[in-house]
C-alpha cells in the first residue's frame, strides 16, 4: 500500500491555508490520534535517554571501568564534567529521531511537517531567529540589571575564572552540543507535542490555546525540582516558544532563541561562575518573574516582526493524504 500526498489549490496564506498546529489535519488528526502524539512524545523523550545511558554504560563495561561508580560520576550535577555535561546534552539530542519516526507512524506525514509548514528546515530564517534571540537576551541581561536584584540568575560572580584545558573541553562541548539539545526539546515540546494538542480541540482559538499552554506547562516539569520563579522563567520560555512555532510556521524560530539562550547561560557560568548552576538554577524572587515575562514577550514581538519583513509564509498549502493508490 502507498500513500499519495495530494496538494489542493490556494495560497498558502489564504483561507485554505493550515497553521502550524494543526498540520496532522492532514494526516491522522482527531482527540485520539492526538492524545497519542502527546504520549509518543513523552515516551519516545524518556526512552531516547535510555538509550544513550545504556550506551554509556556498555562502554563503562567494555573498557573494564566500574558501571555503577562510573556512571554515578557521570551523573553527578552537582560536580559537573565536560563528560556529565556531554551525556546530558546527547541524551537529550537523542531524542531526534525518535521524535521523527513517531511522527511519521502516529501523524502519518511526512517528517518534513514537523519542521515547518514549508516542508522542511527554512535555514536562512533559523539564521535570522538566532541573530534575534540573541538580541532578546541582550535585552534581558540589561533589564536584568537594572531591577532590584534576585538571585535566578545563573551567578552573581563579576570575575572572569581562569582558562584551563576543562574550560576548553567544556566550551567545545557547550558549542557543539547545545545547539543539537536545544532543538530536540523543539521537535519534543513545540514539534510532536505541539501538534498534537493542535488536534484535541475543533475550536480554532481554543486549540491554538491547548498547543501552546499544554507543551508549555510539560517543558517546564519536566526540568525537574526548581522554585516557583525558576519554573515561571521555563514556562515563559515555552509559552513563547509555542506562540512562534503557530505565528512563524515552525520550529526554526523557537530552536533560535533556545540555542541562543542555552549558549549564554552556559558561556556566562564558565568563564564567570560556576558552571553546574546552569543546570541547576535555583531562588529568584518577583522581579525575576517580571524579566523572564517581559523578555519572552520581546523576543516573540521581534521574532514576529522579523518574519513579516521577510514575508515568510506561516500556513502551509491545506493538503490531504488520498490512498491507497496503484502502483504505475
Known sequence: MRWREHVSGGEPDGPDGVEYHRLPTAGRSGPGWGVLAIVAAVVGFLVAQLVVATGFQVYYAVTGADVRDSFDALLDTDALTPAGLAFVLLAITAAIPFMMVAYRLVIGLPVGWLMSVARRMRWRWLLVSLGVGVAALVFKIVLAAVVPAGDLSTTETTSANDVTRTTVAFLVVIVLFVPLQAAAEEYVFRGLMLQ??????????????????????????????????????????????????????????????????????FLVTLFFGDITTALNPTGGDGWDVVVSVVSAAVFVLMAVGAARAMGLTTRAVRTELVGPVARV
Open 196 to 265: 498534537g494538542c493542535g488536534t484535541l480541540v475543533a475550536n480554532a482559538v481554543v486549540s491554538k490555546v491547548v498547543a501552546v499552554v499544554v507543551p508549555a506547562v510539560v517543558f517546564a516539569l519536566f526540568h525537574g525540582s526548581q522554585s516557583v520563579p525558576v519554573f515561571i522563567d521555563r514556562l515563559a520560555f515555552g509559552v513563547a516558544a509555542g506562540i512562534l512555532a503557530i505565528a512563524t510556521g515552525g520550529l526554526e524560530a523557537a530552536i533560535a532563541f533556545h540555542v541562543a539562550n542555552n549558549w549564554i547561560a
